[in-house]
Nanobody, 114 residues
Framework: QVQLVESGGGLVQPGGSLRLSCAASGFTFSNYPMSWYRQAPGKERELVATISSSGGNTNYADSVKGRFTISRDNAKNTVYLQMGSLVPEDTAVYYC???????WGQGTQVTVSS
């Protein structure tokens, strides 16, 4: 069955960095574009970044452009989100999502606080 398992979240100080991973299984990973979303307390879930199936094209929300990088390793069936220059407003549960035939991971908490 399809599985998306996020990892790498945690507590980080403002200005710090984290790398999130999303390990996929149960489908042909290289056929699907993937996205990272996030949901802060009391707010709607928002799109953070998207990457094409080959990894050749990426898009970012304005709020993270220049600070976050989405990438993928199709040999490892994994999509990544490298986050830098973190600010408290980046605090949220981060989810990966398979596109086209939508499927969500369970999420990983990222907290940016001193």
């Amino acid at each position: 069955q399809v599985q998306l398992v996020e990892s790498g979240g945690g507590l980080v100080q403002p200005g710090g960095s984290l790398r999130l991973s999303c390990a996929a299984s149960g489908f042909t990973f290289s056929n699907y574009p993937m996205s990272w979303y996030r949901q802060a307390p009391g707010k709607e879930r928002e799109l953070v970044a998207t990457i094409s199936s080959s990894g050749g094209n990426t898009n970012y929300a304005d709020s993270v452009k220049g600070r976050f990088t989405i990438s993928r390793d199709n040999a490892k069936n994994t999509v990544y989100l490298q986050m830098g220059s973190l600010v408290p407003e980046d605090t949220a549960v981060y989810y990966c999502k398979r596109l086209l035939r939508d499927y969500w991971g369970q999420g990983t908490q990222v907290t940016v606080s001193s």
